[in-house]
């Protein structure tokens, strides 16, 4: 919490010129910019989780049992490849377009219309299509937890199977799709890379232009504020919207009675959900291992590698650290008995609702006095001055990756010790075994898969964080995220590629580990 409150603080201190410059000239356009593409992108994912969800978790299709699994691929995949990827497919000089005018004998521009990829809209589309598994996946888990008898009940007063999942499972699933869209609005909110390739003013790129363009970080930690303010305030709108529903889960064994689908149903299902798989990545990994193999270059690839092995060393420490402080934090408020022991664990897992380029101001806010501190210190002991300890190292890296990620470890430790009787920690104290003894033999035992969960989705999200590290990372220090980037920024993603390719392959690894954890369930 530490360093958003600097980064408000700095920001109430900003150059006043150069705030009322940018807001009498670009920033609400920004602002703007900012509200559709977050409404677009919600609107895209809802549409695309929901009916894919429906599909899967209720009906009798075909292929539901591969696509049940498959529709959680594109989440491997980072939106800033795929625009670029899209974009080198349907751009002017792209091979789309290219075919389009030999076959129709087109001379220019001027000749056909086609659109244009690079808009605010294309934006969203791209993002969309990397995000809606996260309303996919909650949303069928709620419609599959629902209670059967309801559904016989509509049948019962003559409710036909639209009416039924119109009337009774939609309204029912409606705090997952809540939750879902907020967790997707936070991410679009906190996305840099792909509006930035597409020229796509928001908020997100004005702190990162103004910091560097304009030199000024107060004015930035500003701008990030406003953003602050702007995701805390969806947080509050969905939090307060969902505020009297209830999850409705079912206690009952009996299976859910699937919707028989008629053969053009079948037909038009299978597209519509393989199109999105498809879309999202199958195509993508497509073109990335053609790319890969066509431009394979040893010097590039040497680059790459010191890249992946940067990569694998900052976020082996997130995960790891991220995946401990959660492990303690979720047994503390389980096993202390302290009044508001869910305090320390609900703060921890603030920082996932700041974007990455706001929490990077934060932390060089906080971080680059207290270096001068530190410095200063040594210079007053006669001491030689150690530089940028925090903000210049791999700590500051670290430190707003564990910030950023910690919710989904907490999240995921939280839903394994919840499966754990509370008479698991009662029986032992009562053959007089203490605390910690039942930690060590009971529940961290039953946590290790948690925990191995836990660690594969923060080690994954680091590996594909963006902003945050392209702010702080330190000099001549780049990670695969970063330099996969700068490739794409450079026009040149081919020679890259492989650094692509990989971090979508360490993208797979949690899906795969959960795909066997539902299958062993």
């Known amino acids: ?31 703007v910019n900012t509200l559709l593409l977050a409404l677009y992108v919600v609107v895209l994912v809802i549409l695309f989780g929901v009916p894919t969800a429906a599909i899967v978790s209720l009906t009798n299709l075909k292929t539901r049992n591969v696509l049940r699994w498959a529709l959680l691929l594109p989440l491997a995949m980072p939106a800033y490849v795929i625009a670029y990827l899209y974009t080198d497919l349907f751009d002017y000089a792209g091979p789309i377009q290219r075919q389009l005018r030999a076959l ?52 019962s007063l003559g409710l036909s199977d639209k009416q039924c999942f119109l009337r009774i499972s939609l309204p029912l699933a409606r705090p997952a799709i809540a939750v879902s869209a907020s967790l997707v609005l936070m991410e679009t909110l906190a996305d840099f890379a792909t509006v930035q390739y597409f020229a796509v003013n928001t908020l997100t790129t004005a702190v990162y232009d103004t910091w560097l363009e304009y030199g000024e970080l107060s004015t930035a930690n500003a701008i990030a504020s406003l953003l602050m303010i702007m995701v805390l305030l969806s ?9 009297h529903q209830r999850h409705q889960l079912s206690a009952s064994k009996e299976p859910l009675t699937m919707i028989i ?16 798989v498809l879309a999202g990545f199958i195509f993508p990994f497509v073109l990335l291992l053609d790319m890969t193999i066509q431009y394979l270059d040893s010097t590039e690839f040497e680059q790459l590698i010191q890249a992946g092995m940067n990569s694998l060393k900052v976020s082996i420490y997130a995960a790891t650290i991220a995946s401990i402080l959660a492990l303690f934090l979720v047994l503390y408020r389980r096993l202390s008995g302290v009044k508001r022991s869910e305090v320390p664990l609900l703060l921890s897992g603030y920082g996932y609702a700041i974007p990455g380029t706001v929490l990077a101001m934060a932390l060089l806010a906080t971080f680059g006095p207290l270096d001068h501190w530190i410095n200063d210190l040594a210079v007053w002991l006669n001491l030689s001055k150690p530089g940028l300890v925090l903000s210049g190292s791999l700590f ?26 509370q008479s698991l920690d009662i029986a032992p ?9 039942t930690v060590l033999k009971v529940h961290l035992p039953l946590l290790k898969s948690s925990f191995i969960v836990a660690w594969l989705l923060v080690f994954v999200e680091a590996m594909k964080e963006l902003p945050a590290v392209l702010v702080l990372r330190p000099f001549n220090f780049d990670t695969l995220s970063t330099q996969v980037y700068q490739m794409i920024s450079d026009e ?25 954890k539902e299958k062993i369930h």
């Not at 600097?6 to 670009?26: E, I, K, P, R």
């Open 1 to 31: 919490m530490a360093p958003v409150a600097v980064m408000v603080f700095s920001g109430l201190t900003a150059n006043s010129d150069t705030l009322t410059h940018l807001w009498q000239t670009v920033l609400p356009h920004y602002v």
């Open 104 to 155: 129709f004998s087109w001379q220019s521009p001027n000749d056909y219309w086609f659109f244009d990829l690079r808009t605010l809209t294309g934006a969203a589309v791209m993002i969309a299509l990397v995000l809606f598994p996260y309303v996919y996946m909650l949303v069928r888990t709620a419609f599959e937890h629902q209670d059967p008898q309801l559904i016989k009940a509509g049948k």
């Open 235 to 243: 947080v509050a709108a969905e939090y307060r919207a969902r505020a």
């Open 261 to 276: 689908l008629t053969p053009i149903q079948q037909i038009i299902g299978n597209i519509y959900c393989w199109l999105l």
């Open 396 to 421: 500051a890296v670290i430190f707003a990756l564990i910030t950023r990620f910690s919710a989904i470890a907490n999240g995921t430790i939280t839903s394994g010790i919840t499966k754990i009787p």
């Open 429 to 437: 104290e009562s053959l007089g075994v203490g605390k910690l003894h």
């Open 492 to 516: 040149r993603l081919e020679q890259g590629a492989i650094g692509a390719l990989f971090i979508v392959l360490f993208g797979l690894l949690p899906i795969i580990v959960l795909n066997k």
